[in-house]
């Protein structure tokens, strides 16, 4: 098993997509950046995790665009190899292939540091703002220099899909194996006001899937600290902050809260019945996926009633789980 940590090393980003989650334009101009101390604090202390708890650890950067803070996060590259990262991958437009010499200087640099795989932002969202050109030189780049890359495309009814456009790279992924995937866009961000709902992709009925993060923790410039990757984030997804409590009282917290649990086992649609059970009806319909619906969970103003209902369920199918027949029938009535 292994611990993920994902650093949103910048909130600053150098194009305006319409279906940014994080896209508003005084974040994008004037957001925060994390501190290089911070960046390596956070990757010492999950390394202590990880040698404590016997699991590997993985580090991610995301933003915003996290090569514009390209000499900063060299420097966590290096350290996060050096404390025993198992993989360390980031997210990137690719700005910074429009000149091909520079762009395989950077590659180069990246891998040589310790970079395990550079993920491409690559959809029409992206290309509306930095040419195909600028991104497959970027991508000759990482091939030249032989650092693995994946490529993420999030899609809408009025864009293109993944097959047209992973054409634009032309036979730059003839005989390599790349991760690509295909992602609905949420309504969430930017989204939410610039892209028509009308145009999103929705699932039929409500999506069931359990919360799929496994252990991971995600931190902000300012040390607030979530247990998933953005979809949803929401104020009662906030572990805490990891300036002032540290890594691993919020570990703690992720590894073993009865919310976390239930949204790792059970995934969000578990909580509809008990809205039901407490005269709340939610949609039965208009999810683009269990994050969507994740979100609609917990901002719901019924949820502090609700909670207590599904934890209530959830603890006694654990102690079943747990002890079956080995418990009699008065004990396990006394756990219930």
Same mark, same amino acid.
């Given at each position: ?10 909130? !600053? ?13 005084? #974040? ?31 580090? /991610? ?5 996290? #090569? ?21 991958? *980031? ?49 000759? $780049? ?14 809408? !009814? ?56 496994? #252990?991971? &923790? ?17 104020? /009662? ?6 300036? !002032?409590?540290?890594?691993? $009282? ?13 949204? /790792?086992?059970?995934?969000? *649609? ?27 969970? #917990? ?18 199918? /654990?102690? !079943? ?5 080995? &418990? ?9």
């Amino acid at each position: 098993m292994n611990i993920s940590l994902t650093l949103l090393v910048t909130e !600053k980003c150098n194009i305006p997509c319409r279906h940014c989650l994080l896209g508003h334009k005084d #974040l994008m101009k004037s957001g925060k950046d994390m501190p290089l101390k911070d960046a390596i604090s956070y990757v010492n202390q999950m390394a202590e995790i990880s040698a404590a708890e016997k699991m590997g650890f993985f580090v /991610r950067f995301s933003g915003g665009e996290p #090569l514009l803070r390209y000499p900063e996060i060299l420097e966590v590259i290096r350290y996060a190899r050096q404390k025993g990262a198992r993989e360390i991958g *980031s997210m990137s437009n690719g700005f910074w292939g429009k000149d091909f010499e520079s762009a395989r200087r950077l590659a180069g640099e990246l891998k040589e540091a310790g970079l395990s795989s550079l993920c491409f932002s690559f959809d029409d969202f992206h290309q509306e703002h930095i040419p195909i050109s600028t991104v497959r030189k970027a991508i000759q $780049a990482c091939c030249e220099t032989g650092l693995s890359y994946q490529i993420k495309c999030v899609v809408t !009814k009025k864009t293109r899909r993944l097959p047209d456009v992973l054409a634009d790279l032309g036979d730059l992924l003839l005989n390599r194996s790349v991760v690509v995937q295909e992602i609905p866009c949420y309504p969430e961000g930017s989204a939410s006001t610039m892209l028509s709902p009308g145009d999103l992709f929705y699932e039929s009925g409500i999506p069931g899937q359990p919360c799929p993060t496994g #252990l991971m &923790l995600a931190v902000l410039p300012d040390g607030t600290t979530f247990p998933c990757c953005g979809a949803c984030w929401t104020h /009662r997804l906030v572990m805490g902050n990891a300036k !002032k409590e540290g890594l691993r $009282a919020l570990f703690e917290k992720m590894r073993h809260g009865s919310l976390m649990h239930m949204l /790792r086992e059970k995934g969000p *649609s578990f909580f509809v019945p008990y809205y039901e059970q407490a005269g709340h009806q939610l949609p039965r319909e208009g999810y683009v996926s269990y994050c969507d619906l994740c979100r609609m969970v #917990l901002t719901h103003p019924a949820f502090e009633k609700v909670e207590p209902l599904a934890a209530q369920v959830w603890r006694k199918e /654990r102690v !079943k789980k747990m002890f079956g027949n080995l &418990l009699g029938e008065e004990i396990r009535t006394i756990f219930e």
